[in-house]
T-cell receptor, first 115, second 114 residues
Framework: AQSVTQPDIHITVSEGASLELRCNYS??????LFWYVQSPGQGLQLLLK??????LVQGIKGFEAEFKRSQSSFNLRKPSVHWSDAAEYFC?????????????FGRGTSLIVHP | DADVTQTPRNRITKTGKRIMLECSQT?????MYWYRQDPGLGLQLIYY???????NKGEISDGYSVSRQAQAKFSLSLESAIPNQTALYFC?????????????FGPGTRLTVT
């Protein structure tokens, strides 16, 4: 069965600092990979996604993520964090055990931004 | 108007009561999902539906049931609510044409069972 690990429950950064949120997955083939963001009191919104091709993908709000097959990772990065980036971030995986793609989410990383 | 709506947005109910959470979408998507979110646990899949006649259990379906009344509507029921069903519930949709799409989420329903 597929699984997703987000090892950091909370991350605190200063505004303007760089950010990297980690995501590791377990699955034999290349799955479909997603990062979602959840602002307080809201539903999840897609930041970016990877299906195939270029392993560095660009998303909204200045975020990017890099797929590394050898490390089974899909880490999210941003060069300069803004206070409005404070939110919960979820990595998700979809794969195909038996003909249908069922999403699996990590437990989330809560980002705290200090002024 | 929002593409994926959930009603109610907040609900407090008592143990043993039956409650229904509703999800409607105007995106024309075939696939619909129900998740619950608990702090530190991420999103757990309760049920999913790939079309009106195709409904499947997710990883935590015990104590829940669903109904897909139409392509646009997918309801989640708690037949006899218990306190550990207190959580934030999300509905999501996705096109069924192929898998190269993300999910679209509703705003969530916060359910408290006392």
């Amino acid at each position: 069965a597929q699984s997703v690990t987000q090892p950091d429950i909370h991350i605190t950064v200063s505004e303007g600092a760089s950010l990297e949120l980690r995501c590791n997955y377990s699955y034999g083939a290349t799955p479909y990979l997603f990062w979602y963001v959840q602002s307080p009191g809201q539903g999840l919104q897609l930041l970016l996604k990877y299906f195939s091709g270029d392993t560095l993908v660009q998303g909204i709000k200045g975020f990017e993520a890099e797929f590394k097959r050898s490390q089974s990772s899909f880490n999210l990065r941003k060069p300069s964090v803004h206070w409005s980036d404070a939110a919960e971030y979820f990595c998700a995986v979809e794969s195909d055990p038996g003909g249908s793609y069922i999403p699996t989410f990590g437990r989330g990383t809560s980002l705290i931004v200090h002024p | 108007d929002a593409d994926v709506t959930q009603t109610p947005r907040n609900r407090i109910t008592k143990t043993g009561k039956r409650i229904m959470l509703e999800c409607s979408q105007t995106k024309g998507h075939d696939r619909m999902y129900w998740y619950r979110q608990d702090p530190g646990l991420g999103l757990q899949l309760i049920y999913y539906s790939f079309d009106v006649k195709d409904i499947n259990k997710g990883e935590i379906s015990d104590g829940y049931s669903v109904s897909r009344q139409a392509q646009a509507k997918f309801s989640l029921s708690l037949e006899s609510a218990i306190p550990n069903q207190t959580a934030l519930y999300f509905c999501a949709t996705k096109p069924g044409t192929n898998n190269h799409y993300e999910q679209y989420f509703g705003p969530g329903t916060r359910l408290t069972v006392t």
